[in-house]
């Protein structure tokens, strides 16, 4: 079973950046899954932030984010990106990369997810 595991959340102030990344372990890669990116606030239900489809080159974002984030994806080292630019307040909450047959901003078409990943922007 696909299992993923996502890294490099952190503190960073306004108008930051970060990376994260989004993995397979368990001898499964991601190709042949579109990926999305995920956050949840406090309180808040998940909302999709990004998806990427299997062949990399389609790429989705809500207007929240468009301009700021980027999704990619290199298959041959399993490993799909999201890069965060402009970070603001709102941004906060935890990252969950998801798997799926195809993209989409919504989150019940995905099967698989990372552990989560805490991204904080704050002064």
């Known amino acids: 079973q696909l299992q993923l595991v996502d890294s490099g959340g952190a503190l960073v102030r306004p108008g930051g950046s970060l990376r994260l990344s989004c993995t397979a372990s368990?001898?499964?890669?991601?190709?042949?899954?579109?990926i999305g990116w995920f956050r949840q606030a406090p309180g808040k239900e998940r909302e999709g932030v990004a998806c990427?489809?299997?062949?990399?080159?389609?790429?989705f974002y809500p207007d929240s984010v468009k301009g700021r984030f980027t999704i990619s994806r290199d298959d041959g080292k399993s490993t799909v990106y999201l890069q965060m630019n402009t970070l603001k307040p709102e941004d906060t909450g935890v990252y969950y990369c998801?798997?799926?047959?195809?993209?989409?901003?919504?989150?019940?078409?995905?099967?698989?997810w990372g552990q989560g990943t805490q991204v904080t922007v704050s002064s």
């Open positions: 990427v489809s299997v062949s990399g080159r389609e790429a």
């Open positions: 998801g798997a799926a047959q195809f993209p989409s901003l919504r989150s019940g078409g995905y099967d698989a």
């Open positions: 368990g001898g499964f890669g991601l190709a042949g899954y579109a």
